[in-house]
């Protein structure tokens, strides 16, 4: 008989479904104009700093850019190792089949092997993880992990449940076998990014794990209501919240930059545009738009078209930040 994890698909879940495929789908309707490479690399630097934030990493996202560009920082062994695994993970992100248990342990491999001698196999004694009151799950026996992950790679393989559902479903019953003596965290979120990367391709540019990161307290809160339920359904719910979330900060963030990008913008303005940004980095689309004697509209759309080409990124805020130009 085969292995079926436990959860109830509930009107919140229902709901909350209905939500991220409407958000996925205006985000897919802006892509690729406004889901730049830039806007990818940078989403990329979020997904890998929630992560590494979530197990107490503290370099940040400003030394995480820096190891990514190949620079050198302060920090301790342990945590640049940690950057150095997940940017290599992430980076292998599309090479990895979601239904594969050898690639799960590639993948793990990867992500610690400057830190364990025993990066990509499982544990070989018994452990159990601690929260604030002491230890809040005892894992598994080692004795069984192997078969209870084969048995949850099995159920993935042939589940035809919603990938949403799914991959929330996975990511729970995956921290509760606990395969690994470190890492079981970043992987599992790494994993559920995986599964919902196959589903829609757009969640490349969508940084979940910074959500998490932001609500902490509250995934450790539904990894345990889980527990103690006996099934995943609080953690599922917490997971496709956090999803609409990040959906809802990418929609954000674009709302003020039209979804239709005219594809024959007049060279001329935007080396201007460049040229006056060049000279003042902290330039407004106003006085942009006066200097080129166009709309702020038409101004928004040239900006759009720089980022696209990869030319052009916005550090900061509109109100306090400034134009890099690349």
Same mark, same amino acid.
């Given at each position: 008989?085969?292995?079926?994890?436990?959860?109830?698909?509930?009107?919140?879940?229902?709901?909350?479904?209905?939500?991220?495929?409407?958000?996925?789908?205006?985000?897919?309707?802006?892509?690729?104009?406004?889901?730049?490479?830039?806007?990818?690399?940078?989403?990329?630097?979020?997904t890998?700093?929630?992560?590494?934030?979530?197990?107490?990493?503290?370099?940040?996202?400003?030394?995480?850019?820096?190891?990514?560009?190949?620079?050198?920082?302060?920090?301790?062994?342990?945590?640049?190792?940690?950057?150095?695994?997940?940017?290599?993970?992430?980076?292998?992100?599309?090479? !990895?089949?979601?239904?594969? =248990? +050898?690639?799960? &342990?590639r $993948?793990?491999?990867?992500?610690?092997?400057?830190?364990? #001698?025993?990066?990509?196999?499982?544990?070989?004694?018994?452990v159990?993880?601690?929260?604030?009151?002491?230890v809040?799950?005892?894992?598994?026996?080692?004795?069984?992990?192997?078969?209870?992950?084969?048995?949850l790679?099995?159920?993935?393989?042939?589940?035809?449940?919603?990938?949403?559902?799914?991959?929330?479903?996975?990511?729970?019953?995956?921290?509760?076998?606990?395969?690994?003596?470190?890492?079981?965290?970043?992987?599992?979120?790494?994993?559920?990014?995986?599964?919902?990367?196959?589903?829609?391709?757009?969640?490349?540019?969508?940084?979940i794990?910074?959500?998490?990161?932001?609500?902490?307290?509250?995934?450790?809160?539904?990894?345990?209501?889980?527990?103690?339920?006996?099934?995943?359904?609080? !953690?599922?719910?917490?997971? =496709? +919240?956090?999803? &609409?979330? $990040?959906?809802?900060?990418?929609?954000?963030?674009?709302? #003020?930059?039209?979804?239709?990008?005219?594809?024959?913008?007049?060279i001329?303005?935007?080396?201007?545009?460049?040229?006056?940004?060049?000279?003042?980095?902290?330039?407004?689309?106003?006085?942009?738009?006066?200097?080129?004697?166009?709309?702020?509209?038409?101004?928004?759309?040239?900006?759009?078209?720089?980022?696209?080409?990869?030319?052009?990124?916005?550090?900061?805020?509109?109100?306090?930040?400034?134009?890099?130009?690349?």
């Amino acid at each position: 008989m085969n292995y079926k994890p436990p959860f109830t698909i509930t009107p919140q879940i229902l709901d909350l479904i209905s939500r991220i495929s409407e958000a996925v789908g205006k985000l897919e309707v802006l892509a690729p104009s406004s889901i730049t490479p830039t806007l990818r690399k940078a989403n990329k630097i979020k997904t890998i700093t929630g992560t590494l934030e979530i197990e107490g990493n503290t370099l940040g996202i400003e030394k995480i850019t820096a190891i990514l560009e190949g620079k050198r920082v302060m920090g301790s062994m342990r945590e640049i190792a940690e950057v150095n695994g997940a940017i290599k993970v992430y980076d292998n992100l599309a090479t !990895f089949d979601y239904k594969n =248990l +050898d690639d799960l &342990l590639r $993948a793990h491999k990867m992500l610690m092997e400057e830190i364990l #001698n025993n990066a990509g196999t499982c544990r070989n004694s018994n452990v159990g993880v601690g929260g604030e009151e002491g230890v809040v799950h005892v894992a598994p026996p080692h004795g069984q992990v192997p078969h209870l992950m084969q048995q949850l790679f099995n159920w993935l393989s042939v589940s035809d449940i919603h990938p949403l559902i799914k991959s929330s479903v996975f990511h729970y019953e995956f921290e509760f076998i606990h395969p690994f003596v470190d890492g079981n965290g970043r992987i599992g979120r790494l994993w559920q990014s995986l599964i919902l990367y196959e589903w829609k391709s757009i969640f490349s540019a969508i940084p979940i794990e910074s959500v998490i990161k932001e609500t902490q307290q509250k995934y450790y809160d539904a990894l345990q209501r889980a527990g103690e339920m006996g099934e995943s359904t609080p !953690f599922v719910e917490f997971m =496709l +919240d956090a999803i &609409l979330k $990040a959906c809802e900060n990418e929609l954000s963030n674009e709302k #003020n930059v039209p979804i239709k990008v005219p594809k024959n913008v007049p060279i001329e303005r935007l080396d201007k545009i460049l040229a006056l940004m060049a000279q003042n980095s902290s330039i407004t689309i106003d006085q942009l738009a006066q200097l080129c004697a166009v709309s702020d509209k038409t101004i928004k759309r040239d900006i759009a078209k720089l980022k696209e080409q990869g030319r052009l990124q916005r550090e900061g805020s509109l109100k306090s930040g400034f134009w890099k130009i690349i």
